[in-house]
């Protein structure tokens, strides 16, 4: 079983960047996708981007050209970089993943099975 640690969320002026990480610790297969989703208390979570075990990246349309999705194999962490963020952006931002799960379904639109706490965003306009 894996553990998902995430962290970076901040209070950011509209326009500004951060930086998320999530540390994931325990035993991961080699074909697994992990991924980023976000939600607003009241409202359905939101798929963000998602990255397969081979590096194959695939972002939500309203993710492209403005988030960045990373891993880093050898510390065991992924993170997505966000940049011209807008206040329609705020949300509790999530780290997932789901073991065996690789190909076309690895995309954001596609709800993950396991995930970590969260870490807050908050974009002021």
């Known amino acids: 079983q894996v553990q998902l640690v995430e962290s970076g969320g901040d209070v950011v002026q509209a326009g500004g960047s951060l930086r998320l990480s999530c540390a994931a610790s325990?035993?991961?297969?080699?074909?697994?996708?992990m991924g980023w989703f976000r939600k607003v208390a009241g409202k359905v979570g939101e798929g963000v981007a998602a990255?397969?075990?081979?590096?194959?990246?695939r972002y939500a349309d309203f993710a492209k050209g403005r988030f960045t999705i990373s891993k880093d194999d050898a510390a065991n962490t992924l993170h997505l970089q966000m940049n011209d963020l807008k206040h329609e952006d705020s949300a509790m931002y999530h780290c997932?993943?789901?073991?065996?799960?690789?190909?076309?379904?690895?995309?954001?639109?596609?709800?993950?099975?396991?995930w970590g706490q969260g870490t807050p965003v908050t974009v002021s306009s």
């Open positions: 325990g035993n991961t297969p080699s074909l697994y996708c």
């Open positions: 997932a993943i789901d073991f065996f799960r690789h190909g076309p379904s690895c995309h954001p639109s596609q709800p993950f099975g396991s």
């Open positions: 990255i397969d075990s081979d590096g194959t990246i």
